[in-house]
């Protein structure tokens, strides 16, 4: 039987995943109802996602990381690495199923759009203006504000009840979606990133070109280092 750890986050980054995939497919894809939908559509649907993710993992008795660099971040707070090996290799499969499964819910409509970075765009980010040191350093920081309200949630002074928590990092992605998001498309989660463009990869796709694998580290380095520096920087403050 598998850990309920492993079943928590693989569930949750699946859902997590089927909904923000889905809205990118449902607003980018050609003869969706939702074709032409803005910037807010995403970001409102992307803090959904995580809303109802981080519960369908909570309710399977995970902590509802959904995101590789959450999980390394809170074992680097709490200097405890036993679980990594668990919840990161269930986030990376949990993406990958969730991401395969909104390519399923609109299979008609992939050999009907023809611009192949639309397609792309559907999985995985990419940015505004490539330039990858640059944006290396937005998913940066971007990440380190994550992390940093994160450990602001969960401290003894702000209190919250825990069943606000899902709510507050769903209201956190969402923000930072309208303010961070801009540049990148804001991965700030390597799983959400990697999972997907795997998927991307793989699947049999009508005229969907690369999966820009060159620009693939930006996504997962940068959320991971943005973590670590959120931690440190909490530390340093008395936070944890």
């Not at 192949?116 to 765009?121: Q, R, S």
């Not at 380190?144 to 069943?163: D, E, H």
Request: aromatic letters at 8%; glycine letters at 14%.
């Amino acid at each position: 039987m598998m850990a309920p750890g492993f079943v928590g986050e693989f569930a949750g980054t699946a859902t997590l995943l089927l909904l923000g995939t889905g809205v990118c497919a449902n607003v980018t894809l050609t003869r969706s109802k939702g074709q032409g939908g803005d910037w807010t559509v995403i970001t409102s649907a992307w803090g959904f996602a995580v809303l109802f993710g981080v519960l369908v993992a909570v309710s399977l008795g995970a902590p509802g990381h959904l995101n590789p660099a959450v999980t390394i971040g809170m074992a680097i707070a709490a200097d405890d690495f036993s679980q990594v090996g668990t919840y990161i290799p269930a986030q990376l499969l949990g993406a990958m199923a969730g991401s395969g499964l909104a390519w399923l819910a609109y299979l008609p409509h992939w050999s009907q759009t023809d611009d192949p970075a639309a397609k792309l765009g559907v999985f995985s980010t990419s940015p505004a203006i490539r330039n990858l040191p640059a944006n290396f350093v937005s998913e940066v920081i971007g990440t380190l504000a994550l992390l940093f309200v994160i450990v602001a949630i969960g401290s003894k002074l702000v209190a919250m009840p825990a069943f606000l928590g899902p709510v507050v990092v769903g209201l956190l992605v969402w923000g930072i979606g309208l303010s961070l998001g801009g540049s990148t498309g804001y991965a700030i989660n390597p799983a959400r990133d990697l999972g997907p463009r795997v998927m991307h990869a793989i699947l049999p796709i009508p005229g969907k070109g690369g999966s820009d694998w060159a620009y693939a580290w930006v996504p997962v380095g940068g959320p991971i280092f943005g973590a670590v520096i959120a931690i440190v920087i909490a530390r340093a403050l008395g936070m944890i």
